[in-house]
């Protein structure tokens, strides 16, 4: 059965509804706002660079204690702690790693990170 022709289908929405929405709508863009800003709320990539941030700080304190037993070692130890209390901050790390102590066993390469980890350890002692 056809429907006439000045007769149009229509359904019926209730008049809140449109405001409903934009309330709807508003407000999860203010929680999303007070979420991210205030809340402590993160992207899943930014949770991903802090746990491999967290992750890669705990294997070099892990570390630390092994290159301060490779520098107790170390038969010319006096010699270069001696050296490195008399270089400038900006130096000690790079000595440290020239001196084997950051180069961790199995590994070819001495790492950056362990060598100014070990550093500031290694510091206490001057």
Not at 32 to 41: D, T
Not at 90 to 113: F, H, I, V
Request: aromatic share 6%; with cysteine; net charge negative.
């Amino acid at each position: 059965m056809a429907l006439p022709e000045n007769k149009e289908k229509h359904m019926n929405i209730p008049e809140w509804v449109k405001p409903a929405l934009q309330g709807a709508a508003a407000g999860a863009v203010a929680v999303s706002i007070v979420g991210f800003s205030w809340g402590g709320w993160v992207t899943g990539g930014t949770a991903e660079k802090m746990a491999a941030d967290h992750a890669r700080l705990e294997v070099v304190a892990a570390l630390v204690p092994i290159c301060i037993e490779q520098s107790s070692q170390d038969p010319k130890a006096t010699e270069t702690l001696a050296e490195l209390k008399d270089a400038s901050n900006y130096q000690r790390s790079n000595m440290l790693m020239k001196a084997g102590w950051a180069t961790m066993p199995g590994s070819s390469d001495a790492s950056y990170e362990v060598a100014s980890a070990c550093m500031e350890k290694l510091a206490a002692q001057f």
